[in-house]
């Protein structure tokens, strides 16, 4: 059961006490007929605003949702009209303020408080101002007072605060539910770095650890071959650093076999794979390792590019050892898959 199915019940079951008053007649009224409609119009009018619901509504509607204004507007009506029908059908002035004489006070009181509720908060002020001109003129200012009017005006009054307060609450959720879906990405981001930097820091491990090993237990007094793979190992390090986006086992199994046959191979990321579909980096560094692996240079540069169009440029120059000439003998632009 939904809280709105328990307050449209408690609202049916004030709506028929009060329109029960209407019809517990102690001396028949002068226009039982008259009466009779105007309690009819009453539950007509109530069972409008309780159950109308806009056109696009739907179960699973907030319950901040206004109430359509054609059904806020009946409540205008039964308000202008009932208090007239009510005091024509109990004419005789000793039994005008009789129970089912002032049924009306009570009773278009709490369907003003429906249509608070249901947000139309002017509407029902509106009503409200038309139960009292209607009761007062009928009543007298004192006995209308005194016949529920009050009750009425400051039941309405409480039902508008509850809403402001039930808006507020409202809007302070939703800000809460805002900051708990920016609170969860920011964490899910930071876990991501940090499993990033595991890996990193295992892949690290694994590469420097071993020849940092060897150093130490050789007290510094490497094999040249042993030297060279220590400079292999160190710029692997860089690589990870550097440009932990470009590589992926195919690339740093070709930037390795650049190494080791003489080649000075940099790798730099300047942030221009960010924000790239993993399975579009994945085609650029299958693009790159082809690149590497058909590559006679002895220097290689690979950047990734701020170029809408080109993810990474791979330039690859051939130093002659004798005369320090260089030409550029590589030059391959990997653009961004489908553009």
């Known amino acids: 059961m939904t809280v709105r199915a328990v307050l449209s019940a408690l609202a049916l079951a004030f709506a028929a006490y009060q329109a029960a008053r209407g019809i517990l007649w102690t001396t028949p009224p002068t226009m039982p007929w008259l009466l009779i409609a105007a309690l009819a119009l009453y539950i007509a009018a109530t069972l409008i605003c309780i159950f109308a619901v806009p056109p696009q509504g739907s179960t699973g509607e907030r319950q901040s949702e206004p109430m359509p204004t054609w059904a806020a507007a009946s409540m205008l009506v039964v308000a202008a009209t009932i208090p007239t029908m009510t005091g024509l059908a109990v004419a005789d002035p000793t039994t005008r303020t009789a129970t089912y004489g002032t049924w009306y006070v009570g009773g278009l009181g709490a369907l003003a408080v429906v249509v608070m509720v249901r947000r139309r908060t002017w509407l029902a002020w509106i009503g409200t101002a038309l139960l009292s001109v209607g009761a007062m003129v009928w ?5 209308a007072f005194g016949q529920g009017l009050v009750g009425s005006i400051v039941w309405v009054g409480i039902a508008h605060l509850l809403v402001v307060l039930i808006d507020r609450a409202e809007r302070d959720a939703d800000q809460l539910v805002e900051l708990q879906s920016v609170t969860s990405a920011w964490e899910a981001a930071q876990e991501g770095r940090e499993r990033e930097r595991r890996v990193q820091l295992q892949r690290a491990l694994a590469v420097g650890g071993p020849i940092l090993a060897r150093v130490i237990a050789m007290h510094g007094a490497l094999t040249d071959e042993e030297r060279r793979e220590a400079g292999i190992a160190e710029a692997r390090l860089r690589d990870e650093l550097r440009g932990p986006r470009l590589l992926d086992d195919d690339v740093r199994a070709a930037i390795d076999a650049a190494r080791r046959r003489g080649a000075q191979v940099s790798v730099f990321d300047e942030g221009g794979l960010e924000g790239i579909p993993e399975a579009n980096v994945a085609i650029i560094r299958a693009e790159l390792a082809e690149a590497l692996n058909g590559s006679t240079s002895n220097r290689i540069i690979i950047r990734t590019s701020p170029d809408e169009r080109v993810a990474v440029t791979v330039v690859g120059r051939f130093v002659v050892e004798d005369t320090g000439e260089e030409s550029v ?11």
């Open 139 to 143: 009543l007298g200012p004192l006995e």
């Open 329 to 339: 003998d590589l030059w391959r632009e990997i653009r961004h898959p489908g553009r």
